[in-house]
């Protein structure tokens, strides 16, 4: 028996800082990708009705949780606390060019109000097909209407935001095989329990990280999550969980160059509760980082035409769809990419934040590159490990001099049911803990150890991460060059004593030259 947790919510520039737009305009093989064909769920408060910036999500496409009366997720009624807050998140995602701008200029219809004559605000992935699951609704009888008519819902109709109804959203959404769902391929979650004062909700054992381990498992869908805006070494659950995609926010300082971005100061940080290295990446959540902090300018719940469309919201709330976005660009150029492997493309084509060297505690592994997770799709290369001290080895292509061999490897914690994860014959749980050695030769000489990524001190993870990423830059050109391969072991430990098969993903910015 476990505490139902209470559940709280948490473009213009952003498309470009993430370079989405390289990506819409066809910079990947001549090919513009826009998400079109590609289901993406917010699960959140549901979304402004016929906002004229948004898509309209079908009736199988959406489902009101919060309230249960027939209603469908696109009404008036949202949460008080945090109004708009999921068609905001929503916008970061879906938004659509300017209806008053198609001809080149202001329509006359429409009033002389052409808000976005170059499109700017256009959503990451802005064909995509939108599935909205509402879990929340404004309390009972109260008065928070956004002047707009609200009908209350009927006491024995209202479900209050906790973790379990939160669950049955994202069941819901990523719609697991035989039952019934809009079965969508990204799922973004902004919601985030608060934690009682307590980080020993975000370890591997609490049930919020088996939960949405066994969503994503046996939905299939890659999920992404706000990591929370708590500050350092305060991280929220689910963030907590081996298979999510956990996002931290970074200011993006109103320009598309990443070398003046700065993290947000209230971005929550790692690690988990059992010392795992979450976040996993930052993606633009504000404007300006501090003392003047705005927020990323998205779609207002509150509208009113024609004017009042667009409203600036901030946190790893709107970091979160940044990514989720990426991924559906990256699902329409793959559509057979899993989660695994979309974990491992998105950490390997991060950039470093400021003076970041590895794994950072609000960071993550990087700042998001949608064109580079993009254009990175296919050096991918699956593998698994049967037995303890097995291993594989995986022959990188040449690297060019001054120019760095990075390679991430990730795999998942694999799961019976929603709480219980599979367990090898001794009992110990899934996942594996495996170990990365970057290894390079010189012509003629024996491979050596350039890089590992074999954590052990408390604030930079342990050995059951699933997450593991190494770099090394080779030789300049007028020196002898390495040759490079990874080596990826299974290797038990205390922490994580599980023995049976695991698969993994390797990700490359290099060509595979040879593996298993």
């Known amino acids: 028996i476990w505490l139902d947790l209470p559940i709280e919510p948490q473009l213009d520039i952003s498309r470009l800082s993430i370079e989405a737009d390289r990506v819409h305009d066809g910079e990947v093989g001549g090919t513009p990708y826009t998400g079109a064909g590609v289901k993406v769920a917010v699960v959140d408060t549901g979304l402004a009705p016929d906002h004229p910036r948004l898509p309209v999500p079908t009736t199988a496409n ?3 949780f919060a309230c249960r ?6 009404d008036w009624c949202d949460v008080c606390a945090l109004p708009g807050h999921g068609t905001g998140v929503a916008g970061i995602v879906f938004m659509q060019s300017d209806p ?7 329509e006359s219809w429409c009033q002389g109000e052409c808000f976005d004559v170059c499109d700017a605000l256009l959503g990451i992935a802005y064909d995509a097909i939108p599935v ?7 309390v009972p009888y109260s008065q928070c209407t956004c002047f707009r008519p609200c009908d209350d819902c009927p006491a024995e109709a209202y479900y209050p935001p906790t973790w379990s109804l939160i669950l049955e959203g994202l069941s819901w959404a990523a719609t697991f095989p035989a039952q019934v769902g809009p079965n969508a391929d990204v799922v973004s979650s902004s ?5 009682y004062n307590s980080s020993e909700f975000t370890s591997a054992a609490h049930v919020t990280s088996r939960n949405v381990d066994w969503v994503i498992w046996a939905g299939g869908a890659t999920m992404t999550q706000a990591a929370g805006n708590f500050g350092a070494s305060q991280l929220r659950p689910p963030s907590g969980a081996f298979n999510v995609i956990s996002v931290g926010n970074y200011g993006h300082e ?13 971005s929550s940080g790692g690690p988990t509760n059992d010392l795992r290295r979450k976040p996993d990446l930052c993606a633009p959540g504000q404007q300006y980082s501090e003392p003047v902090s705005t927020g990323i300018l998205t779609s207002r719940f509150c509208w009113t035409w024609p004017s009042q469309l667009f409203i600036r919201s901030q946190g790893t709330s709107f970091a979160t ?3 989720a976005g990426a991924i559906a660009l990256m699902k329409e150029a793959k559509p057979s990419l899993t989660p695994c492997q979309v974990h491992a493309i998105l950490v390997n084509s991060t950039e470093l934040l400021g003076t970041q060297v590895g794994w950072e505690e609000r960071a993550g592994w990087g700042q998001l590159n949608a064109f580079d997770a993009v254009r990175w799709r296919n050096r991918i290369a699956d593998a698994s490990l049967t037995d303890p001290s097995d291993s594989k080895l995986f022959q990188v292509a040449t690297v060019s001099p001054g120019k760095e061999a990075i390679l991430t ?18 009992g110990n749980p899934s996942p594996a803990s495996l170990d990365v050695f970057l290894e390079g030769r010189l012509s003629g000489g024996a491979w050596s150890v350039l890089a590992a990524d074999v954590p052990s001190f408390p604030m930079d993870g342990k050995p059951e991460d699933n997450v593991r990423k190494v770099r090394y830059r080779q030789a300049s050109e007028d020196q002898p060059q390495y040759e490079f391969r990874l080596r990826v072991e299974h290797n038990p430990t205390s922490d994580s004593p599980y023995q049976g098969l695991q698969a993994f993903t390797v990700a490359s910015r290099h060509l595979f030259t040879q593996s298993p």
């Not at 008053?100 to 202001?106: E, H, N, S, T």
């Not at 909205?132 to 404004?138: L, R, T």
């Open 321 to 323: 769809p940044h990514v």
């Open 62 to 64: 959406q489902k009101n």
């Open 69 to 74: 009366d027939g209603r469908d997720a696109t």
């Open 409 to 426: 490897v990730a795999w998942q914690r694999a799961m019976l049911s929603e709480s219980n994860p599979v367990e090898d014959e001794n």
């Open 100 to 106: 008053c701008c198609a001809g080149g200029g202001c």
């Open 254 to 266: 109103n320009t598309p160059e990443r070398d003046d971005d700065v993290i947000a100061s209230n």
């Open 132 to 138: 909205i699951a509402k879990m929340y609704h404004e």
């Open 191 to 195: 919601l985030a329990a608060p934690g």
